[in-house]
């Protein structure tokens, strides 16, 4: 129940996140939810995208430092109050979240979490009967 998420190592320079859309366009690989987070030397492109092994390929091959981990994706309302309800499930038993991304569409907001448990986190997920979604029911256009 987990969904594989790149962080591709960005030099902060003008233009190479141009780069990096560029290299997955011309490749015909998607970018589904992303989030952008820098610091002083680089900056970290996160993101959720249509074909993960083709991506890993060719960034590597424009030599971008890239590495892939499993995250958590879940829907929720999108609606006042209903992140802070799923988040509460999981503060009530000690998941600490390491960072946290979302896009909405609608009435519903899907919302990427990074967990230092992240099997504890599923479970936790699956017990309070949320909609926990994986590769083939995220949406990959």
């Known amino acids: 129940m987990t969904i594989k998420q790149l962080s591709v190592f960005i030099e902060n320079k003008t233009g190479r996140i141009n780069d990096v859309t560029h290299i997955l366009g011309n490749n015909g690989i998607n970018m589904t939810a992303f989030s952008l987070a820098e610091n002083a030397d680089f900056g970290i492109l996160r993101m959720i995208v249509s074909d993960v092994e083709h991506a890993v390929k060719v960034l ?22 209903a992140l802070a309800i799923v988040l509460e499930y999981l503060a009530k038993e000690n998941i600490f979240i390491e960072y946290m991304y979302a896009f909405s569409e609608g009435e519903t907001a899907s919302v990427v979490i990074r967990p230092t448990d992240i099997d504890k986190c599923v479970e936790i997920l699956i017990s309070y009967k949320c909609d926990i979604l994986n590769k083939s029911n995220l949406k990959q256009q």
Do not use: L, M, Q, R
Request: glycine residues 10%; neutral net charge.
């Open 60 to 81: 590597k091959e424009a030599h971008f430092g890239v590495s892939v981990t499993d995250v958590v994706c879940f829907n929720c309302p999108n609606k006042p109050g």
